[in-house]
C-alpha cells in the first residue's frame, strides 16, 4: 500500500534518477539485468547512490536500500517504459482518432 501512494519522499527518487544518468542506468541495471554490481565506495555513482540513500553495501555488492525502494523504483522504470514504447504511443494516437469521429 505504501508504495502505491505518492509522496515527496518518492517525487525526490524520482527527480534525482532524471538529474543522475549515470545513477539511473546503476539503479536500472541491479533491478532488471540481476548482475551483480561490486560496490566500490570510491565512484562517483556509488557515492551518489549512498548519499541518496538508493543503495547499500552487502558482502561488498551493491543492492538496493530496502524492498520499498526497490518497488518504488521498479514501478517507476516500469511505467516509464510503457509510456515511452511505440505500442503505447500507437494506441494512444488510435484513441485519440477514434475519439475525433
Do not use: H
Amino acid at each position: 500500500m505504501i508504495v502505491k501512494e505518492d509522496n515527496t519522499l518518492y517525487q525526490s527518487m524520482i527527480r534525482k534518477l532524471k538529474l543522475y544518468p549515470k545513477l539511473r542506468t546503476v539503479l536500472y541495471e541491479l533491478l532488471f539485468t540481476g548482475k551483480p554490481i561490486p560496490y566500490f565506495a570510491a565512484s562517483d555513482y556509488m557515492k551518489d547512490a549512498v548519499m541518496f540513500g538508493f543503495i547499500r553495501n552487502d558482502k561488498d555488492t551493491a543492492v538496493i536500500f530496502n524492498q520499498i525502494f526497490e518497488s518504488v523504483l521498479y514501478n517507476y522504470f516500469i511505467s516509464e517504459e510503457f509510456t515511452s514504447s511505440e505500442l503505447y504511443k500507437a494506441g494512444v494516437q488510435e484513441k485519440n482518432q477514434s475519439n475525433q469521429e
